[in-house]
Nanobody, 124 residues
C-alpha cells in the first residue's frame, strides 16, 4: 500500500483547501484512513479519520464544523475538505492508513502506512 498526498498550499485565514490522498493497493477497501498534521516543533496530531466503508468519522475538536473527511472507494482516494482555515491550522498534513482496522483511533502508532506530507500554510 502506498499513499500520495496532495493539495496543500498557501492561503489566507478564512479560505478553503481540499487535500487528496491517492491510495494504491487493495487494502484501501478495508482500512481506516486518517489525516494527521505536524507543526514545527510539535508532535504529530490526529485531525480526522474515516472507517473503511465511510459509515463513521472522527475529528479533533478544533476542526469540527470546519473540516470534512470523505473517501471515494472507486477512486481509492480520501479527501480532507478544509474550510474557514485559521493560522493555527498551519502544518504539514499527512494521510495515513490503519490496515484492516475496524475502528478509528487517534493514536499515531496504530497507522502503519503514511503519505509523504503536504504543506498547508494559513496567513492571518
Amino acid at each position: 500500500v502506498q499513499l500520495q498526498a496532495s493539495g496543500g498550499g498557501l492561503v489566507r485565514a478564512g479560505d478553503s483547501l481540499r487535500l487528496s490522498c491517492q491510495v494504491s493497493g487493495r487494502a484501501f477497501s478495508r482500512s481506516v484512513m486518517a489525516w494527521f498534521r505536524q507543526a514545527p516543533g510539535q508532535e504529530r496530531e490526529f485531525v480526522a479519520g474515516i472507517r473503511w466503508n465511510g459509515d463513521a468519522t472522527l475529528y479533533r475538536d478544533s476542526v469540527k464544523g470546519r473540516f470534512t473527511i470523505s473517501r471515494d472507494s472507486a477512486e481509492n482516494t480520501v479527501y480532507l475538505q478544509m474550510n474557514n482555515l485559521k493560522p493555527e491550522d498551519t502544518a504539514v498534513y499527512y494521510c495515513a492508513a490503519d490496515l484492516a482496522a475496524r475502528f478509528i483511533t487517534r493514536t499515531v502508532g496504530a497507522y502503519t502506512k503514511w503519505g509523504q506530507g503536504t504543506q498547508v500554510t494559513v496567513s492571518s
